[in-house]
């Protein structure tokens, strides 16, 4: 059976990712894929979709949502309020959803980012093995580019057979305001005098906006004296 849903508010930044895209690095194409793996698995076993299916990501800001159909849904990651038709509901447990239905789903106030799965097939174009979206080059995904209002998604399912699942606590991760980040030192820590060691560990970063699936970037108000030298390359 057919099914589809209505982009009404595409949030801040939603795409299709998945496991990501393997074995074209070699062509300057990054993996791309899911940003936050355990969630990921979660919200496909909710469902009962394969484990390299594709989901919505939405960071920041969830988004509106209008089914066209009735569906089978999950949703995992981030914590934000969720609402069916206006009524709350909870993520990490299988949602039913019926055709008209209306899911919103609110600013992620713990963690960055929130998946929502729904069982079946994806009416989306594989690109390099991938659906995922990957924006600078405009490919993979809904044309490349984040969700937005009137964007359709379509699915088709074998079964709509209600098992409801229900991830255990013990899976749930704990989003603290506060995270500790460790580092390893490299072979170029000793360019840093130690009163230059000190001031790093103890300076407060901010993330740039030039972060990206591949890496994030930081940025820092004052420099670091280094002492002088070529850096090795391989």
């Known amino acids: 059976m057919n099914g589809s849903l ?3 508010d595409g949030g801040m930044l939603t795409t299709v990712q998945d496991a990501g895209r393997v074995g074209y690095r070699n062509y300057g194409v990054p993996v791309s894929g899911v940003m936050d793996d355990h969630a990921y698995s979660l919200v496909n076993w909710l469902v009962g979709n394969e484990g ?3 989901v919505l990501e ?3 800001q969830g988004g509106r949502y209008q089914f066209n159909s009735d569906a089978i849904i999950g949703l995992s990651g981030g914590e934000a309020e969720i609402t069916l038709n206006s009524e709350q509901r909870k993520a990490n447990e299988t949602l039913v ?9 609110g600013q992620i106030k713990k963690g960055c980012r929130i998946y929502l799965a729904i069982r079946g097939n994806w009416e989306i174009e594989k690109v390099m093995s991938s659906y995922s979206t990957y924006i600078p080059a405009s490919f993979g ?3 490349g580019r984040k969700l937005k209002k009137g964007d359709l998604l379509n699915w088709q399912t074998k079964s709509l057979d209600t098992e409801v699942r229900e991830v ?3 899976l ?3 989003f603290s305001s506060k995270q500790r980040i460790r580092l390893i030192e490299g072979p170029e820590w000793q360019w840093l005098p130690e009163d230059q060691r000190a001031k790093f560990l103890a300076t407060e970063f901010e993330i740039s906006s030039q972060s990206n699936r591949m890496g994030i970037r930081l940025k820092v108000q004052d ?3 280094v002492i002088e030298r070529e850096m090795k390359s391989a």
């Open 168 to 170: 255990p606590q013990k």
């Open 97 to 105: 959803v019926h055709s008209g239905d209306i899911l919103n789903i």
């Open 6 to 8: 209505e982009v009404l």
């Open 172 to 174: 749930i991760p704990y």
């Open 58 to 60: 939405m960071t920041i």
């Open 141 to 143: 995904g809904i044309k």
């Open 223 to 225: 420099g670091f004296n």
């Open 52 to 54: 390299d299916a594709p």
